[in-house]
């Protein structure tokens, strides 16, 4: 299993250039999330989704789009950057345990610079 | 609005002494509180959680201690080993009913060092 990959690893984009980060589990998880890291900030909740064909706004979702077309891939869509959305960002999918635990397993993180 | 607010931001602590990281909660509708380890370059695992009908939490040399009534919880790493180096992050979230979770929130981390 390779668990939750993220392509690409690094991207440098141009203020106004639009890109897509792909987020691929294998592990059949119905929930994936997507979650930005800035130095001291800790990480923030993106945007999320509970399944295929779903998706809800998290606390920073403004500027960004995603989807969730198969179960197995959330995107994530910059229309146009801008440099405030310079960060590591961070996929992440879980399964639920009937309501006991909630282990949310990340991907190693890509790392976008908007110049 | 920060709902989870994590202290100290850096800690340093000798091998084999006890670490302590502290974290408090403002939404009581939070009912489950992972603590997620991140070394650099790397993305966050789930080290330890716990659920509010508990108080304390033990797994090795990591244990939770979790006061409902003062909406606090912290993180204690017995025996600091310098492999436990790491940033850590506290973390919040309402699960479910009917299963699964709202993303999590984060508190700002803590750096950790452990001199050898």
């Known amino acids: 299993n390779a668990g939750v990959t993220q392509t690409p690893k690094f991207r440098v984009l141009k203020t106004g250039q639009s890109m897509t980060l792909l987020c691929a589990q294998d592990m059949n998880h119905e929930y994936m999330y997507w979650y930005r890291q800035d130095p001291g900030m800790g990480l923030r909740l993106i945007h999320y989704?509970?399944?295929?064909?779903?998706?809800a706004k998290g606390e920073v979702p403004d500027g960004y789009n995603v989807s969730r077309l198969k179960k197995q891939n959330f995107l994530l869509g910059l229309e146009s950057a801008a440099p405030s959305q310079t960060s590591v960002y961070f996929c992440a999918s879980s399964y639920d345990l009937g309501g006991l635990a909630h282990e949310q397993f990340f991907g190693p993180g890509t790392r976008l610079t908007v110049l | 609005q920060q709902q989870v607010k994590q202290s100290p931001q850096s800690l340093i602590v000798q091998k084999g002494g006890i670490s302590i990281i502290n974290c408090a909660y403002e939404?009581?509708?939070?009912?489950?509180f992972p603590w997620y380890q991140q070394f650099p370059g790397k993305g966050p695992a789930l080290l330890i959680a716990i659920r509010p009908d508990v108080s304390e939490k033990k797994e090795g040399r990591f244990t939770i201690s979790f006061n409902k009534s003062a909406k606090q919880f912290s993180l204690h790493i017995m025996d600091s080993q310098p492999g436990d180096s790491a940033t850590y992050f506290c973390?919040?979230?309402?699960?479910?009913?009917?299963?699964?979770?709202?993303?999590?929130?984060f508190g700002k981390g803590t750096h950790l060092i452990i001199q050898p």
């Open positions: 989704s509970v399944g295929e064909g779903t998706t």
């Open positions: 973390a919040a979230t309402v699960m479910y009913s009917g299963g699964g979770a709202d993303g999590l929130t």
């Open positions: 939404n009581t509708a939070f009912d489950y």
